[in-house]
């Protein structure tokens, strides 16, 4: 079932397939050794923000309110959070819970150099390490306590498992793996899916020769097995429909240019070059390229187009019904640009190879100089500070509500920051801030304090007995037109509590309501 040149020295030439000496994994070695430090470096300089704080708080809490949680709203990345639950075991220091995250991205440099040598050979595999280790898209989301990292290391894994079932090393070993890796992905985030039908896509393109039936049984029976394995987090799609992502926006011209811009590292210089070399890979393909060729060094351009382009044009065209492009949604495309750009590079001349790497590289780490202190895509909420604000003025008999439940989440995290333990666990019965009034379930951090809303007659029964009440306020929409909670709690509070001092930190209100 493979292309027809899919042999040990496919897409080769002789001087790339001996054995390379020590200079080649010299290089591999020092390129990996940069790739972990730039990527634990200033690893904590920017703060925690909601998400980080989310995973945090879903990783920590009891085993029962953990599975109850995953299975009512958050079992896309529950991988992640599975991970992050063994990892916060040795650590829980704001350093350490980021710093899986950077373990994982590192660990996709060899997984790209492996792709990338099935792909075409050791030279190519040796550049797109080098442009993965230097670019900042990886480096933002290696420094970040998401599942981003690990969903691109598991989606590397899967297409290079793929490829190596297409080229027959040990092929029953290598699907069985494809299969392992390509559910792990799913579960590590649910759009993980668009990359299997990629490959789908891929493959049925590959012509089908006489006696292959049997091969073609085995990838379907493959497919079938990752579709029953993952059936668990489809019913959870259908049970909670489009709600976890209702707040994504439909994206525009300028958000997908700005997404390739993004991607190659965070400045135009680099993106028209990225551009540039990725069209110089392709043109050995020709016209051949959008055909059904049985030839390996077509096929591999098409796998790796499909793999880079299909999720972002299938994901821009549904939002046009209801936005589900994001930007850093897409970050398991970045490993086939990469490959690509590396295998455009690697067609200069030997004399203008070496000073073209340097710029970009240096372009690169430009780029990550920036993400140290900036995001691409978003700007970060100062929760932190708003909590440390609380937390310094606490008076005792104070009490906090938080206009919805999840505002609660990363008020805990910071909160136990403060404390040096973890506050949101049962077994924490120290003092430290404000009664929490709302959402409050009980001992510890419950999985129902994660969702909801107070009512009016709850807050008018609560504050009674508290002479000061603080009031959190997130993502409660712009101040001339803020959602129906905070227009409630706007009204309600009064009543009981007239006097009111207000505080606005980036995407974070802090109120506090007093009898004086």
Known sequence: ?????????????????????????????????????????????????????????????????????LWWREANMSLYYLSLRVWLHFGQSPFFVRSLSAVLSAATLPAIYWVAKQLFDRRVALIATALLAVNAYSVRFAQEARSYALFMLLATLSSGFLVAWLREVSPEARLRWYI???????????YAILLIVGHWIVVSRIPRPEGDHERRADIRRAWKIIGLAVLPLLIFVAKTGAGPIRWIQRPGVQDLFEFFEHLAGGNWPLALIYAATLVAALIPAGRRLWKRDPSWQVWRC??????????????????????????????????????LVAAGMARLHRWLLPPALVVVLLLGLQGIAFVYGHDFDNERDASGAATNFVLDHTQPGDAIIFHI?????????????RAGTNTASPEFTGRLGPEILFPHHGAGLDY???????????????????????????????????????????????????????WQFTKVEIRLYSRR
């Open 302 to 339: 098409q796998f790796l187009l499909v793999w880079l382009l299909f999720p972002v044009v299938l994901t821009v065209l549904l939002s046009f019904a209801r936005p589900v492009f994001l930007a850093r949604y897409m970050i398991f495309c970045l490993p086939a640009l990469l490959i």
């Open 1 to 69: 079932m493979q292309p027809t040149a899919v042999n040990e020295s496919a897409g080769t030439s002789p001087s790339h397939s001996r054995t390379p000496g020590w200079p080649h994994w010299l290089t591999l070695l020092v390129v990996l050794g940069a790739a972990i430090l730039l990527r634990l470096r200033c690893v904590t300089c920017k703060p925690f923000w909601f998400d980080e704080c989310f995973s945090v708080e879903v990783a920590r809490i009891g085993w029962h309110n953990f599975l109850r949680l």
């Open 448 to 502: 129902r304090d994660f969702t909801g809303k107070p009512t009016p007659e709850f807050v008018l029964t609560e504050v009674q007995d508290h002479p000061r009440v603080w009031l959190m306020l997130m993502n409660n929409g712009p101040a001339e037109k803020p959602d129906p909670t905070t227009i409630m709690l706007t009204q309600v509070l009064p009543a009981s509590l007239p006097r009111v001092e207000r």
């Open 405 to 417: 439940a999840e505002t609660r989440v990363p008020y805990e995290f910071f909160h136990s920051v």
């Open 180 to 190: 392992l890796t390509s559910v792990l992905a799913v579960y590590a985030h649910l």
